[in-house]
């Protein structure tokens, strides 16, 4: 059973710094990419980061340079650090793989950015 489960969220001031991990299982994570997702009140979800298999990154413009995707296949996590934080980055945050057609969510880690 694939399951993603996200943690590290909160509350951070304007400028600070915030960690968010996604615990995968069920499957073998080196074999997929993996991406975060986030979703602010009233938008649309919208991809924020993607970590290829080769470990090779993508960002969404308006947080590059600012965040930070990794992989540690070896513990079956993926990491999503956030720097410089924004009032504009105040969103559930969801970690993401599409494995066999099928594209798994987690549930969801609230991060607010306010002072």
């Known amino acids: 059973q694939v399951q993603l489960v996200e943690s590290g969220g909160g509350l951070v001031q304007p400028g600070g710094f915030l960690t968010l991990s996604c615990l995968t299982s069920?499957?073998?994570?080196?074999?997929?990419?993996a991406r975060w997702y986030r979703q602010a009140p009233w938008k649309y979800r919208e991809l924020v980061a993607t970590?290829?298999?080769?470990?090779?990154?993508d960002y969404e413009a308006s947080v590059k340079g600012r965040f930070t995707i990794t992989r540690d296949n070896a513990k079956n996590t993926v990491a999503l650090q956030m720097s410089s934080m924004k009032a504009e980055d105040t969103a559930v945050y969801y970690c993401?793989?599409?494995?066999?057609?099928?594209?798994?969510w987690g549930q969801g880690t609230q991060d607010t950015v306010s002072s």
């Open positions: 993401s793989v599409i494995r066999r057609w099928t594209r798994y």
């Open positions: 069920g499957f073998t994570l080196n074999a997929y990419a």
């Open positions: 970590i290829s298999t080769s470990g090779s990154v």
